[in-house]
C-alpha cells in the first residue's frame, strides 16, 4: 500500500495556515453572539418562570375572594 504524498512549497503552507487563522477568528465571533443568545435566553426562561408564579399567586387570590 503506498501513500501519496502532497507536496506543497511554502507559500501554500503559509496561505493556508491564514485561512486557518481567519476561520479560526470567525468562529471565536459566532462562538460569542451564540453566547449572547444563550445567555438571553437564560433570562427570558427566568422572567418566563417569575410571570408564572405571579398568575398563580394571582390565581389563587382570586379563588379565595369568590
Known amino acids: 500500500m503506498s501513500?501519496?504524498?502532497?507536496h506543497r512549497?511554502?507559500?501554500e503552507?503559509?496561505?493556508?495556515?491564514e485561512g486557518y487563522k481567519t476561520l479560526v477568528e470567525e468562529q471565536?465571533?459566532?462562538?460569542f453572539?451564540?453566547?449572547?443568545?444563550v445567555s438571553e435566553n437564560e433570562?427570558?426562561?427566568?422572567?418566563?418562570q417569575g410571570y408564572k408564579k405571579v398568575i398563580e399567586d394571582l390565581s389563587i387570590k382570586?379563588?379565595?375572594i369568590s
Open 3 to 6: 501513500r501519496m504524498k502532497v
Open 9 to 11: 512549497n511554502q507559500d
Open 13 to 17: 503552507l503559509l496561505d493556508t495556515i
Open 28 to 31: 471565536k465571533k459566532e462562538i
Open 33 to 37: 453572539e451564540l453566547n449572547k443568545i
Open 43 to 48: 433570562k427570558n426562561k427566568n422572567l418566563l
Open 62 to 64: 382570586l379563588r379565595k
